[in-house]
């Protein structure tokens, strides 16, 4: 049973553009959201989280909305750059659980 | 600063034979993760580890897993006896667990096995 679901296995967007990769959890008790970005050969890579108590969180080009009554999180990269081509995976955890439940990736590939 | 340092980076082996993964954490972390990759089920935990000691080894597929960490610098993930299925990349992971508070967890650069 997947808990945290990302039902686009790769995205296509041109460089410049905003790339949204989607996310949608089961589990009403999550309450920490975050993002990795991995690269070939590379282990995953921290990028940006959210709490439960917010709905936005912004980091430079990256941004993360929340919003809980869909069970829903997506991930905005604006300009996309070729650099941030590379699998992104979306992941979650209960309050005070250090366990990280994670979705199966988003490949996104930024064309020139 | 070293990362989070796995061996060997790929390991070819015949079905039935033991394998061996082995991780050095972050110094000063006192978390230490497993997980495997795979494209059926994407990133799963297997078990992780609080001060070298188990904590949760719900993840862990079957008997034929298991995992030590003898002391706060090393762990091992082995698998005995191998089987096809069981190919896929491993990757360690470490973190600081202060209390309640969890810091990011960092990644290795994985082991990808293959089991013919």
């Known amino acids: 049973d997947q808990q945290v679901k990302q039902n686009s296995p790769s995205l296509s967007v041109q460089e410049g553009r905003i790339s949204i990769l989607n996310c949608d959890y089961t589990?009403?008790?999550?309450?920490?959201f975050l993002w990795y970005k991995k690269y070939p050969a590379e282990g995953p890579t921290f990028l940006i989280s959210i709490s439960s108590i917010k709905d936005k969180n912004e980091d430079g080009r990256f941004t993360v909305f929340l919003n809980k009554s869909a069970k829903h999180l997506s991930l905005h990269i604006v300009p996309s750059q070729p650099g941030d081509s590379a699998v992104y995976f979306c992941a979650a955890s209960e309050k005070g659980a250090q366990k990280l439940v994670f979705g199966q990736g988003t490949r996104l590939t930024i064309n020139p | 600063d070293a990362g989070v340092i796995q061996s060997p980076r790929h390991e070819v082996t015949e079905m039935g034979q033991e394998v061996t993964l082995r991780c050095k954490p972050i110094s000063g972390h006192n978390s230490l993760f497993w997980y495997r990759q795979t494209m059926m089920r994407g990133l799963e935990l297997l078990i992780y580890f609080n001060n070298n000691v188990p904590i949760d080894d719900s993840g862990m597929p079957e008997d034929r897993f298991s995992a030590k960490m003898p002391n706060a610098s090393f762990s091992t993930l082995k698998i005995q006896p191998s089987e096809p299925r069981d190919s896929a990349v491993y990757f360690c992971?470490?973190?600081?667990?202060?209390?309640?508070?969890?810091?990011?967890?960092?990644f290795g650069p994985g082991t990808r096995l293959l089991v013919l």
């Open positions: 589990n009403s008790m999550f309450d920490y």
């Open positions: 992971a470490s973190s600081s667990v202060r209390g309640r508070f969890q810091e990011t967890q960092y």
